[in-house]
């Protein structure tokens, strides 16, 4: 994938209403208009749309380095499916989707076959997937299944990112760089080619750079650390 590095994710949760979202991307907008790869930002669904004609206007944008994502997307191509929206919805909205983040693993009981059937939606949509590995033996799953992922790694940023590194009741608790970066190797190795791999746990304006400096590691998936505008400009300053 010929994305220009690094790449940076903000992945907002359940954070935020417009008028908050609003205030960070006009704090945030102008400031990364000089960075070398998209800013990434994922807010929640009612927030995208609003979200998209700000960062599109008619008149040409101004904030082009930030770039729209979704959180999740449906399993399911359309139908009655109260409460999902699936990727053709949100095709004209956003150019990127998580998918298979470990909260959605955990809590709403996601399993491989669900993400799998994620990424190739996202794909028939032109959606890039932004494709959240927890534990490397998901992996397994998705060489044996054998097209989708396999065939298509040179469309999907892959993240590695282990539960067990993304902040808890604002504790920062993230991965050895070093780890993380025999991860993401490893990720391409199990591929056989070449993939993009950010890292994603705990990252902060502290650490950001340890974890940039790894050859295997092309960005960082960021959660707490976007929430506060001040705080994410740090860390995007130091990622340069
Ligand atoms: P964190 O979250 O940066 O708060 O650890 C990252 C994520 O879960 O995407």
């Known amino acids: 994938m010929n994305e220009p590095r690094p790449i940076v994710v903000a992945n907002f949760k359940a954070h935020k209403n417009w008028d908050e979202m609003e205030s960070w991307i006009d704090q945030v907008g102008s400031s990364v208009r000089d960075f070398a790869g998209p800013v990434i930002i994922c807010p929640s669904y009612p927030i995208l ?16 380095k930030l770039k729209l994502g ?9 139908g009655p499916y109260t409460g999902e929206v699936s990727a053709s ?19 709403f009981a996601e399993g491989d076959g669900d993400v799998i059937q994620k ?39 892959f993240v590695y990112e282990p539960p067990s590194a993304i902040s808890k009741d604002r504790d920062y ?49 960021v959660g707490q650390a976007c929430l506060d505008a001040d705080t994410f400009l740090q860390l995007i300053s130091k990622s340069a």
């Open 70 to 78: 979704a959180q999740d997307i449906s399993k399911f191509e359309e």
């Open 89 to 107: 919805q949100l095709a004209k909205i956003c150019q990127y989707a998580i998918v298979g983040h470990s909260e959605r693993r955990k809590y």
């Open 119 to 157: 990424v190739d939606l996202l794909l028939k949509s032109e959606i890039t997937p932004i494709l959240c590995v927890s534990d490397l033996k998901q992996l397994d799953a998705y060489v044996n299944e054998g097209k989708t992922v396999v065939d298509n790694a040179q469309k999907i940023i």
């Open 49 to 64: 749309a609003s979200a998209s004609s700000k960062l599109n206007p008619p008149t040409g944008g101004q904030n082009s």
């Open 173 to 221: 608790r993230p991965e050895d760089p070093q780890v993380a970066d025999q991860n993401a190797a490893e990720i391409s190795r199990i591929f056989n080619q070449n993939v993009l791999t950010l890292y994603g746990g705990s990252i902060n304006p502290e650490n950001i750079k340890a974890f940039l400096s790894k050859e295997n590691i092309a960005g960082g998936l």
